[in-house]
């Protein structure tokens, strides 16, 4: 069964700074996609960024870039220059061809100002 | 383009009861999945629909189901309500179910259990 883990319950950084939410995730698949989601207070998920696992370079999305580890199963988020607007909840998760999102169970990010 | 709409946003309702909750998908888009959030954890798969048939089915009673209908729009029904219900029920649409396709979720339905 597929399994995601997000070990940081609550993370919190200093605005502008860097912070980096850690994921592992449990497959045997070897075609899968990994992503990961921001829940605001508004309830909404909001794709920050994603990962094919056939591709080797880790995936960046302006201040959001992933380090992939492919062999660990470890997929963790690095976000630059932490913004007030990032503070939210981040959910990482794993999909397998057309089936369901898995995801873990969350790390919530503070920024203090 | 309107978003991934779900209605209601907030519902009581009290045990042994029956619900409907709403979604319609973005315009285009063929695929529509649920997922319950219970507070504190992340969203657990409950059904997925492409085309008006479903394609998965996640570890829930059969108390859950769901359907699509033609415009791809797509209700979720739970009968004999119990407490453990009350969570945060999100719809998520997608162009296809495939591969990375982004999937873009509604801002769900808070169903509380009395």
């Known amino acids: 069964a597929q399994t995601v883990t997000q070990s940081q319950p609550e993370m919190s950084v200093q605005e502008a700074e860097t912070v980096t939410l850690s994921c592992t995730y449990d497959t045997s698949e070897s075609d899968y996609y990994l992503f990961w989601y921001k829940q605001p207070p508004s309830r909404q998920m909001i794709l920050v960024i994603r990962?094919?696992?056939?591709?080797?370079q880790n995936a960046t999305e302006n201040r959001f870039s992933v380090n992939f580890q492919k062999a660990a199963k470890s997929f963790s988020l690095k976000i630059s220059d932490s913004q007030l607007g990032d503070a939210a909840m981040y959910f990482c998760?794993?999909?397998?061809?057309?089936?369901?999102?898995?995801f873990g169970q969350g790390t919530r990010l503070t920024i203090n100002p | 383009d309107a978003g991934v709409t779900q209605s209601p946003t907030h519902l009581i309702k009290t045990r042994g009861q029956h619900v409907t909750l709403r979604c319609s998908p973005i315009?285009?888009?063929?695929?529509v999945s649920w997922y319950q959030q219970v507070l504190g954890q992340g969203p657990q798969f409950i059904f997925q629909y492409y085309e008006k048939e479903e394609r998965g089915r996640g570890n829930f009673p059969d108390r859950f189901s769901a359907r699509q209908f033609p415009n791809y729009s797509s209700e979720l029904n739970v009968n004999a309500l119990l407490l453990g219900d009350s969570a945060l029920y999100l719809c998520?649409?997608?162009?296809?179910?495939?591969?990375?396709?982004?999937?873009?979720f509604g801002q769900g339905t808070r169903l509380t259990v009395v």
């Open positions: 990962q094919e696992a056939y591709k080797q």
């Open positions: 998520a649409s997608s162009s296809s179910p495939t591969g990375n396709t982004e999937a873009f």
């Open positions: 315009s285009g888009h063929k695929s």
């Open positions: 998760a794993e999909k397998q061809g057309a089936q369901k999102l898995v």
